[in-house]
């Protein structure tokens, strides 16, 4: 467990020699030895061990620009280790008149890409080192980039009081599986959600249980990439995580979400907790066999997302439920996508190519979290056409409302300043293009 920082502690200065003091901390925190750090330091300054040593020993840098250089190279070498908390250092480090230096995001996107809302939130919570485009944030990210197809996943699989789907519940039967699910949150939020459905006129008609997230467990040595999930009852996702994003005027709800959202992205070790309720989706790009994204407009009227002017999303979204989506000690991922394919664009599962995720993430907006990744589909665009033409015209009030079709080369950076996007669109493009184009070697999913 990394040790917390005492705030009356001084920072660490950009001195060399005062570094070196800090190295037995700094050593633990990142587990190497020292000389091994300072070679990867050396290595990505492009000097020497030895010329480094010599040009920063016992000084610190003087300009702006030598600064910017030396904190470069610290950012390098401390992005390159798996603990969130280790990358920290880089944004506590003063110069020697105890001025802080201009914020260093350890990632270039999220100073280029993240929106200005999510860019202040994360430095109030002190966390430059997190990826972050538009409106979402990767808790996990594999290194290098590549796609993984399984997650291990932890859960109180005993459980069952808890998990069962409610139709067309009476107040008090609310109130009670309400209850129950609240108290697996801090009494504050209990407390919102219990005076919530107690007040409530809309009771609802079907309560299914879904999965939330609790927690994610990176991997480390023999540690495996781990989700730590709980029976979450619909009613709370869509009273408390897809409220707050339209309800503008329930101050309590919104200080929770403010606060909860700093809590979760403070720098931590290699276990982050999730306090408050996050509903777990698996949310893919959806891609042809003639490398075209499919981006699909949503229908405002079915989803809280568009309804806020987010409307473009460049393939599904789909929930997690607890009873059909949880085997054992797994998620059935390629079932998730398989059954949104089916249920919402009419593909059958044997058009599907491939599959992979690429990362989990948080939406900022909701608080919701997703595994994002992209489902090839043995289609190209032009045979793809007809069954998007038919889901527009499913039902009147079809869950889209248009769409077209963009060449996955470029599709970020033409969508990088568009205002009308779902939270985590703008990553999955980014991802997928990276894996699918520009490192078309990375590993993916078996067909």
């Given at each position: 467990m990394t040790r917390q920082r005492d705030q009356s502690e001084p920072p660490y200065e950009v001195s060399w020699r005062a570094w070196m003091k800090n190295a037995r901390e700094i050593r633990r925190d990142l587990g190497i030895r020292l000389d091994e750090l300072i070679d990867q330091v050396a290595g990505s300054s492009g000097d020497g061990r030895a010329s480094f040593k010599k040009k920063w020993y016992g000084r610190a840098p003087t300009s702006e620009s030598e600064r910017s250089s030396f904190i470069g190279c610290l950012a390098e070498a401390f992005a390159s280790k798996s603990s969130r908390s280790s990358a920290t250092y880089v944004s506590q480090i003063k110069d020697p008149t105890g001025s802080p230096i201009a914020v260093q995001w350890l990632h270039s996107e999220t100073s280029k890409f993240?929106?200005?809302?999510?860019?202040?939130?994360?430095?109030?919570?002190?966390?430059?080192?997190?990826?972050?485009?538009?409106?979402c944030i990767a808790f996990f990210l594999p290194h290098p980039l590549s796609s993984f197809v399984s997650v291990e996943v932890a859960a109180d699989w005993k459980a069952k009081k808890i998990t069962k789907t409610w139709d067309k519940p009476t107040r008090s039967e609310l109130i009670a599986c309400v209850e129950q699910h609240a108290n697996q949150y801090p009494g504050e939020i209990a407390q919102y959600l219990k005076e919530r459905v107690s007040t409530t006129i809309d009771l609802g008609r079907y309560h299914e249980c879904k999965v939330g997230l609790r927690a994610v467990a990176l991997p480390v040595k023999e540690q495996r990439l781990t989700v730590v999930v709980n029976p979450l009852t619909w009613w709370i996702v869509n009273q408390f995580n897809r409220r707050m994003v339209v309800e503008k005027n329930d101050t309590v709800l919104l200080d929770l979400r403010d606060r909860y959202l700093k809590m979760t992205l403070a720098p931590s070790d290699n276990l982050l907790h999730l306090e408050h309720p996050s509903g777990l989706y698996v949310e893919v790009t959806l891609v042809t066999a003639d490398g075209n994204f499919l981006m699909l407009r949503k229908n405002p009227s079915k989803s809280v997302m568009a309804d806020t002017g987010r409307e473009w999303t460049c393939g599904i979204e789909e929930n997690l439920l607890w009873e059909k989506m949880v085997r054992t000690k797994n998620v059935d991922i390629r079932g998730v996508i398989a059954s949104g394919l089916y249920d919402e664009l009419g593909i059958p599962k044997e058009q599907i190519a491939k599959w992979g995720l690429f990362a989990i993430a948080l939406e900022q907006p909701g608080l919701n979290s997703a595994l994002l990744g992209f489902v090839q589909i043995k289609l190209k665009a032009k045979d793809m056409e007809p069954y998007v033409k038919k889901a527009l015209k499913k039902g009147p009030n079809p869950d889209f409302l248009g769409y077209?079709?963009?060449?996955?080369?470029?599709?970020?950076?033409?969508?990088?300043?568009?205002?009308?996007?779902?939270?985590?669109?703008?990553?999955?493009?980014?991802?997928?293009?990276?894996?699918?184009?520009?490192?078309p070697r990375a590993k993916r999913s078996p067909t």
């Open positions: 993240a929106s200005d809302e999510l860019r202040r939130i994360l430095h109030g919570a002190g966390n430059h080192s997190a990826f972050a485009i538009g409106e077209r079709f963009q060449e996955i080369a470029g599709a970020f950076q033409a969508t990088s300043k568009r205002k009308d996007l779902h939270p985590t669109t703008l990553m999955r493009l980014f991802l997928t293009e990276q894996v699918l184009v520009r490192f």
